[in-house]
């Protein structure tokens, strides 16, 4: 199989077959981002010759696994659906081709990518199988993203998704919890949670900012343009980010960035992942958790 750097994968797709099509980040300007730095350059498409290759690979494989065929296809890299909807649909035909029991396919994406695509376009890749795209949206804090060079604001959130949900394709937010700074928690969460409740992910992932010296962020503090909240206050972030969800999804700060992972089904297990937080918010030590952050030598 043709991989480069670092695999990168939601937990949710441990299960799914990996296929690299791209490599890099087609942004890689988010000021808290170190995830592709291993790699010698910023972005590349992986050839359709490779990837031919490495499902032909997986296909005779089959000969060896009788059971646990893979029933999803998770595209590897940054953002693949920034690719060319021409160039997406020649990928999904190639999977069906040769993993006939792949039904789905899912893979990272920016907003920005959504707004490549017309209608007619994410009609066609819906089709094809693609579905479940997990996006990094990090927060609906408009300072926030200006400020990380996230290259969107919140409507434009709102707008491609509905526009994602209107084609049929499903999609998983990942939220960056930290994000708007120190003193400015809470209110970043508030105004995630004005946006998501608008929309229906199925999937509210929780991230916790880790800034490493590699980092833009981490030379923006040293200039002093910006300051890092404390843990307990990206613990009360996230409860008021649980608080303030209105709509029907499955919540899960997992991951190595979070010290304590929390999970549930919101609404039902609400107040259950709100005792959870509360107690962490009141008995974890601050000098614990941050010990945790800085001691977490890679995400």
């Given at each position: 199989?043709?991989y480069?750097?670092?695999?990168w994968?939601?937990?949710?797709?441990?299960?799914?077959?990996?296929l690299?099509?791209?490599?890099?980040?087609?942004?890689?300007?988010?000021?808290?981002?170190?995830?592709?730095?291993?790699?010698?350059?910023?972005?590349?498409?992986?050839?359709?010759?490779?990837i031919e290759?490495?499902?032909?690979?997986v296909?005779?494989q089959?000969?060896?696994w009788?059971?646990?065929?893979?029933?999803?296809t998770?595209?590897?890299?940054?953002?693949?659906?920034?690719l060319k909807?021409e160039?997406?649909?020649e990928?999904a035909?190639l999977?069906?081709?040769?993993?006939?029991?792949?039904q789905?396919?899912?893979?990272?994406?920016?907003i920005?990518?959504i707004?490549?695509?017309?209608d007619?376009?994410l009609?066609?890749?819906?089709k094809?199988g693609?579905?479940?795209?997990?996006i990094?949206?990090?927060?609906?804090?408009?300072?926030a993203l200006?400020?990380?060079?996230?290259?969107?604001?919140?409507?434009?959130?709102?707008?491609?998704?509905q526009?994602?949900?209107?084609?049929?394709?499903s999609y998983?937010?990942?939220?960056?919890?930290?994000?708007?700074?120190?003193?400015?928690g809470?209110?970043?969460a508030k105004?995630?949670?004005?946006?998501?409740?608008?929309?229906?992910?199925?999937?509210?992932?929780?991230?916790m900012?880790?800034?490493?010296?590699?980092?833009e962020?981490?030379?923006?503090?040293?200039?002093?343009n910006?300051?890092?909240?404390t843990?307990?206050?990206?613990?009360?972030?996230?409860?008021?980010?649980?608080?303030?969800?209105?709509?029907?999804?499955?919540?899960?700060?997992?991951?190595?960035?979070?010290?304590?992972?929390?999970?549930?089904?919101?609404?039902?297990?609400?107040?259950?992942?709100?005792?959870?937080?509360?107690?962490?918010?009141?008995?974890?030590?601050?000098?614990?958790l941050?010990?945790?952050?800085?001691?977490?030598?890679?995400?």
């Amino acid at each position: 199989m043709h991989y480069t750097g670092t695999v990168w994968r939601p937990p949710y797709e441990a299960s799914s077959l990996l296929l690299e099509v791209t490599a890099g980040c087609t942004h890689h300007k988010c000021k808290f981002c170190t995830l592709y730095e291993d790699l010698p350059f910023k972005f590349r498409m992986s050839p359709l010759e490779d990837i031919e290759e490495d499902l032909q690979e997986v296909q005779r494989q089959f000969k060896l696994w009788k059971f646990n065929r893979p029933t999803r296809t998770f595209l590897v890299g940054a953002n693949p659906f920034v690719l060319k909807a021409e160039r997406l649909l020649e990928i999904a035909s190639l999977v069906h081709k040769y993993v006939p029991s792949s039904q789905t396919i899912g893979c990272f994406s920016r907003i920005t990518d959504i707004t490549l695509k017309s209608d007619e376009e994410l009609l066609e890749l819906r089709k094809a199988g693609y579905d479940g795209i997990t996006i990094g949206v990090e927060t609906g804090d408009d300072e926030a993203l200006k400020f990380m060079n996230k290259g969107y604001l919140s409507q434009d959130i709102l707008i491609q998704c509905q526009r994602l949900e209107q084609a049929g394709i499903s999609y998983n937010f990942f939220y960056l919890t930290g994000i708007s700074g120190i003193g400015k928690g809470v209110k970043g969460a508030k105004a995630t949670t004005d946006i998501c409740n608008q929309l229906h992910p199925q999937i509210i992932g929780a991230s916790m900012l880790t800034i490493y010296p590699n980092s833009e962020l981490y030379q923006e503090i040293q200039k002093g343009n910006w300051q890092e909240e404390t843990e307990i206050e990206k613990y009360k972030e996230l409860k008021a980010l649980v608080e303030n969800l209105d709509i029907p999804v499955w919540f899960a700060a997992g991951g190595a960035s979070n010290a304590i992972p929390i999970q549930g089904t919101l609404p039902k297990d609400k107040k259950k992942v709100l005792s959870v937080l509360d107690k962490i918010i009141k008995n974890v030590d601050e000098d614990e958790l941050t010990n945790y952050r800085k001691n977490l030598r890679h995400l």
